[in-house]
């Protein structure tokens, strides 16, 4: 399988990133380890989680996904082949929250005891705090660079024109954004494609996606509002998805996948993985079989026809 060079951070990584959010979640630990094995021995190296993961759920205080994985690194060995990904910066709680220089030297010391690892491969702004100068954060990554803890820095949830003023602030001595974690997917393409995509291309920076399957409507199981209460996360799929322009893209994913003889998933990722500018898509399994399934999608080779058939 070839690996694909994260911007220009040398870090190499496979074509899909395993998404950490579930862990924890709608994963107990169990399951997350055995999710967690199945993807490096289907030969994934990357996985990407946050401190903030998961707050939003009842007695959850946050690091519970990091908790996790630094429990399976430990267990397992894994820690020098693979690379784990995390983020700085959702709001935990009122005082845990932003991206000021002391707090992200603080919140660090946080996620190294729970991935049980003294360093973190990409640490990611979360996302943008505007209340400070782009140049904040930047200082504090070039500070735990410089100690060894951080090996390259992402972005993820920026507005164009200051994911560009940090790009800029980097040819100043400070380190560089070498990836962004946008919205993406066959649904959501508009915003990266038309404001991030040109700036990414310019400044070869990498792209990890994030929603590539859209909170799982694009794997085609929900068709109908019947088919909301079949998961955790189809409230929200049916508020925003479940539409003439949703139901549209689940034909051409129906006629593409029957074509190939795979899934709808794995269309949907392989689409993302062949678009330009992408480095690898995040997606998040709940069960092997199911992240067996993604995996998959590594091989599938679209063809110019199934690209137009899939955007329309």
Do not use: C
Not at 12 to 17: G, R, T
Not at 203 to 228: C, E, H, N, Q
Not at 252 to 267: F, I, K, P
Request: proline letters at 4%.
């Amino acid at each position: 399988m070839q690996h694909r060079e994260l911007g220009r951070s040398g870090l190499h990584i496979a074509p899909l990133v395993l998404g950490g959010n579930v862990f924890g979640w709608t994963a107990d630990e169990k399951t997350s380890f055995a999710v967690l094995d199945a993807f490096v021995a289907g030969g994934g190296n990357a996985i990407d989680t946050a401190d903030g993961y998961s707050v939003w759920v009842p007695g959850h205080v946050g690091g519970e996904s990091e908790t996790i994985i630094g429990k399976w690194l430990k267990q397992r060995g894994r820690r020098d082949d693979v690379v784990i990904a995390t983020k700085v910066g959702w709001e935990v709680n009122a005082e845990n929250k932003g991206l000021s220089k002391s707090y992200i030297m603080r919140a660090v010391e946080g996620s190294l005891q729970r991935l049980q690892t003294d360093y973190i491969d990409l640490y990611q702004s979360h996302k943008d705090d505007e209340s400070l100068p782009v140049t904040e954060p930047l200082e504090a990554y070039a500070q735990l660079i410089k100690e060894g803890k951080v090996r390259a820095i992402g972005a993820s949830n920026f507005k164009p024109e200051r994911l560009q003023a940090a790009l800029d602030a980097a040819q100043q001595g400070l380190p560089r954004y070498e990836s962004l974690q946008p919205l993406y997917n066959l649904y959501d393409r508009e915003a990266f494609e038309h404001a991030d995509l040109p700036i990414v291309q310019a400044s070869g920076i990498g792209v990890i996606p994030y929603y590539g399957l859209a909170a799982g409507f694009l794997t085609g199981k929900y068709r109908s509002p019947a088919d909301l209460q079949k998961s955790a996360r189809g409230g929200g799929v049916g508020s925003k998805y479940l539409n003439d322009k949703g139901l549209k893209i689940l034909h051409g994913l129906d006629a593409v996948a029957q074509r190939h003889g795979v899934t709808q998933a794995q269309v949907a990722l392989a689409w993302l993985m062949q678009a330009p500018g992408i480095t690898a898509p995040i997606a998040s399994s709940t069960s092997p079989a199911q992240l067996q399934e993604l995996l998959k999608a590594m091989s599938v080779q679209l063809t110019p026809q199934d690209v137009q058939e899939l955007q329309g």
